[in-house]
Nanobody
Framework: QVQLVESGGGLVQAGGSLRLSCAAS????????MGWYRQAPGKQRELVAR???????DYADSVKGRFTISRDNAKNTVYLQMNSLKPEDTAVYYC???????????????WGQGTQVTVSS
């Protein structure tokens, strides 16, 4: 059993900041990568940022320079620091993990329950 527990969403004014956290727990041997995706009403889910076990990061063009993804390997936790938030950042943000279980099974795509981020203008 694996859980991804997200926290840190909420309502913020444009220009403000929020920090999302996602903690993975359960039968995990190794986390290969973790990331954040978002889905706005009427739109497809899209990648926001992703970080590998080696620390390589990828960002959506729309958040480069404003968002920073980081991870604490010892805690199996990934963070998303979101600065200079815009109304168009409003969405449900989902944590995603690519991990290997203690039974050496690779699970490349595992999702959290999502956390709402609302940016008012």
């Amino acid at each position: 059993q694996v859980q991804l527990v997200e926290s840190g969403g909420g309502l913020v004014q444009a220009g403000g900041s929020l920090r999302l956290s996602c903690a993975a727990s359960g039968s995990i041997l190794r986390i290969n990568a973790m990331g954040w995706y978002r889905q706005a009403p009427g739109k497809q889910r899209e990648l926001v940022a992703r970080i590998t076990s080696g620390g390589r990061t990828d960002y959506a063009d729309s958040v480069k320079g404003r968002f920073t993804i980081s991870r604490d390997n010892a805690k199996n936790t990934v963070y998303l620091q979101m600065n200079s938030l815009k109304p168009e950042d409003t969405a449900v943000y989902y944590c995603n993990a690519d991990f290997t279980t203690i039974f050496t099974t690779r699970v490349p795509d595992y999702w959290g329950q999502g956390t709402q981020v609302t940016v008012s203008s």
